[in-house]
């Protein structure tokens, strides 16, 4: 029998891993935007060197929300007491004050802008990033249109959505598409999911699917059919039961199709992989976790699949030799 995997949910832990906040245009330059994920709040502001800038949401001097604040440079000033900012996190100017606390820090959480998308990275024990989201060349290719992103709030822990990978005999019943081919792949950091399947939803051609997580909660699929697409599956943690899920598509664009019949076309399909995809929403959100489901031996890789998981949820140090991030140990552990 597999032992249970855990993740507490009364005192949660959030992953470990980089994690979507929104699209790079959700960031207009000197605008700031407060957050409440992994449990705490966060503001998220573009400087004038046009970079994203991440710190923790509130001022430590009398708690008033830096969302609220104003953009000066990169730096962020409170709405309160015109306490500023900078983007490492250190105060660098009291307006009424000679001199600032040596002790007058916040926390500048990494961030990373790439494919058009914004990236904020989590760790409980502040830990540096160990692994690097790839850049997709489809983002800055004129072949294709810019990601269209619907984002909702999932009163769920996130491991619901990931079960997703291994989870092959849902797509019949839920989505009217059953598989011809399923596979699964579980390499460090990532976990893979290869199908062939027929969906009339989406297409008469047969659709090829390689859905990839880049850590815990970052999904790109490749999906070959009628329509040449790509599908970003995303989430965010806010407490130990929802998360804000964003879910975008980005369609390829078809030679002789004029701009305005193109945008008819992705608007369709993209509405039709939305509904697919918020079928499984509606699932979620009436059902239970169980930590030992019931399987049967043609249920696949769910538990591998949940083994893999809980690598973001364990210290590095108490991770098995074989899930350790090598690339961590190496260039952090002295």
């Not at 030992?292 to 591998?304: E, N, R, S, T, Y």
Request: glycine letters at 6%; a negative charge.
């Amino acid at each position: 029998m597999t032992a249970a995997l855990t993740i507490a949910t009364d005192k949660p832990r959030f992953a470990r891993g980089w994690h979507v906040i929104g699209t790079g245009w959700d960031f207009p330059q000197g605008e700031a935007k407060s957050f409440s994920y992994f449990g705490t709040k966060i503001v998220a502001y573009r400087g004038e060197d046009n970079h994203v800038y991440v710190l923790d949401g509130y001022c430590p001097h009398m708690g008033a929300d830096l969302g609220k604040g104003k953009v000066v440079a990169n730096s962020i000033q409170c709405p309160f007491h015109h306490w500023q900012w900078g983007c490492d996190g250190a105060c660098e100017d009291i307006p009424y004050a000679k001199v600032v606390p040596p002790t007058a820090k916040i926390k500048a959480w990494p961030v990373c802008e790439r494919n058009n998308l914004v990236f904020v990275w989590h760790d409980p024990e502040n830990n540096l990033p160990y692994y690097e989201i790839p850049e997709m060349q489809e983002c800055s290719s004129d072949e294709w249109l810019p990601w269209v992103v619907d984002t909702i709030h999932i009163p769920v822990h996130p491991r619901e959505l990931v079960d997703n990978v291994a989870d092959k005999a849902h797509f019949g019943p839920v989505h009217g598409a059953p598989w011809h081919h399923f596979e699964n792949q579980f390499i460090d950091h990532m976990a893979v999911q290869i199908m062939e399947a027929r969906s009339e939803r989406l297409g008469k051609d047969l659709l090829k699917t390689t859905a990839t997580y880049y850590g815990p909660s970052y999904q790109i699929t490749v999906m070959e059919g009628d329509v040449e697409s790509r599908l970003l599956n995303c989430h965010a943690p806010i407490d130990g039961n929802s998360f804000d899920l964003r879910f975008g598509v980005m369609v390829k664009k078809i030679p002789g199709k004029s701009d305005e019949e193109m945008r008819e076309i992705a608007n369709a399909y993209v509405a039709k992989a939305q509904e697919a995809f918020y079928e499984d929403v509606e699932i979620w959100r009436h059902k239970t976790f169980l930590e030992q489901p019931l399987l049967c031996h043609a249920d696949g890789h769910v538990m591998k699949l949940r083994k893999w998981y809980t690598q973001f949820y364990t210290d590095v140090a108490d991770l098995p030799e074989a899930q350790r991030p090598q690339t961590y140990l190496e260039a952090y552990a002295s």
